[in-house]
Each structure stands twice: as structure tokens, then as C-alpha cells.
């Protein structure tokens, strides 16, 4: 089955409004920025997130931010967008924070089947309030419930027209499990080959998860904030 998408337009043309989207990558690595852009010109309203983090003012999810389109946010970090920042105090948008290593768990357990875990990270916290407390073995736990989405739109190294998606380095996280977790996966890869081209023992994402593939346009990959020293004379 041919997978492929002509356009990102078109991949994303059915999002509707008050969809749940997750979308993958880490800061600005391994983002969807072909998924995300054309999804600001569709601009679909009320649409409830799950990222690790929303990028920065202007770039990666920000866009979406500035367009209006997001009325709730689930996510482990938001320290480099001055605009969530903003729109969470003024109370525009609800923003659900948790542990990094805990919305990483909430997503692979949406993707298995796993209703809800139970995990230390967050007890003794705000993380804490109103979930269920159990103890184990002398110790506290919270329990989390698993994540799931409408959509998830992810971002590959290299990818077929069957779906079957490689990542490389930092874009491997959160892509990966947020391609099992949505009832839609859509996938940006930066190249697309035959099937015969892969190594099955390299594919991390089965095509079996993904329904759409388009290939992403060159461009330039931005740092958040660079933090290396200069070079010795």
C-alpha cells in the first residue's frame, strides 16, 4: 500500500476543530515543521496538544500558538516560549505540565493498551493533587493515566511509501511513541526510499502505524540556544 502524500496541505486537510494532536520531537529537533505549517493555513481552532514542549516564539509549535489554534497543552517543558508563557497566566490556554520521563511513559502506555501506571515521580508536588496515591514496598506512588490522540504528526530521518519510519538521534524521542498512540499518524521524513532500501532491524516505526508519509522540504535546523564556548586562537 502506497502511503505517500502529495503535500503536507493535503496530509493534514481533515484535523478538524477540537482535535486532540500529538506531536513529536525535542525542542526544535526532530519537529514536523512541514506538518506544523501547513497546518497553521488550514487553521483548525480549539485543538487540544501533546508535546514534550512548544517550541520557541515564532518557530516549531509557536506558530500554532500565535495563530490562535490552541485552547489546551500537555507537556513536560515550556521555559523557551515567552508566548505560552503569556497566554497560561492570562488564562487563554490550560497548560498541564508533568515529569518529562512520566509524559514520555503516558504515551507509550496509550500506545500498548495501558489504561493507567502508577509512578513516584511527582508525589510529595503539585503533580500529585488529585490523583490517586497508592503505596508499594513502603513507598508513595501516583497514578497516571495513559495518552492518546486523534492525530499524531511525526518527524523520521528516512521512511518507504509503506509507512516503515527510521529516526535519527535526538528526533527519536517522542516521535516513535507517539506513532502508536493516535488513532492517525502522519509522518515527515526528511528522505524517502523503496522498501527494499531499509534494514528491518533499523526500523523503529512498523508502517502498520502509520497512515500518511510525505517528504520534507529542505531547510535549515535551528538550535534552541547554542551554549558552546568560543574557539581557542
Known amino acids: 500500500m502506497n502511503k505517500v502524500i502529495e503535500s503536507a496541505d493535503a496530509a493534514v486537510a481533515d484535523i478538524p476543530d477540537g482535535a486532540t494532536l500529538m506531536i513529536g520531537g525535542f525542542g526544535l529537533s526532530g519537529v514536523p515543521d512541514d506538518l506544523i505549517e501547513a497546518l497553521v493555513r488550514k487553521a483548525p481552532k480549539h485543538l487540544r496538544t501533546i ?21 489546551s497543552h500537555t507537556g513536560s517543558y515550556v521555559g523557551e516560549n515567552k508566548l505560552l508563557e503569556s497566554m497560561v497566566l492570562s488564562g487563554k490556554i490550560a497548560l498541564t505540565l508533568l515529569p518529562q520521563g512520566t509524559l514520555a511513559e503516558c504515551i507509550r502506555a496509550g500506545g ?15 503533580v500529585a493533587e488529585g490523583k490517586e496515591q497508592r503505596e508499594f514496598d513502603g513507598r508513595l506512588y501516583i497514578m497516571e493515566r495513559a495518552l492518546k490522540a486523534d492525530f499524531a504528526l511525526v518527524k523520521a530521518w528516512k521512511g518507504d511509501r509503506l509507512g516503515n519510519l527510521i529516526y535519527r538521534k535526538t528526533a527519536r524521542n517522542f516521535n516513535p511513541m507517539m506513532a502508536t498512540a493516535a488513532k ?15 534494514d528491518g532491524d533499523q526500523i523503529v516505526t512498523p508502517g502498520v502505524y502509520v497512515k500518511r508519509i510525505i517528504v520534507a522540504r529542505p531547510r535549515e535546523k535551528f538550535i534552541e540556544r547554542r551554549t558552546t564556548r568560543k574557539r581557542a586562537a
Open 51 to 71: 508535546a514534550n514542549n512548544m517550541g520557541i516564539d515564532g518557530r516549531g509549535m509557536g506558530i500554532m500558538l500565535a495563530a490562535g489554534m490552541v485552547d
Open 112 to 126: 500498548a493498551g495501558i489504561p493507567a501506571f502508577f509512578t513516584p515521580a511527582g508525589v510529595g508536588t503539585v
Open 184 to 198: 492517525i499518524t502522519i509522518a515527515e521524513v526528511e528522505h524517502l526510499v523503496q522498501p527494499e532500501e531499509l
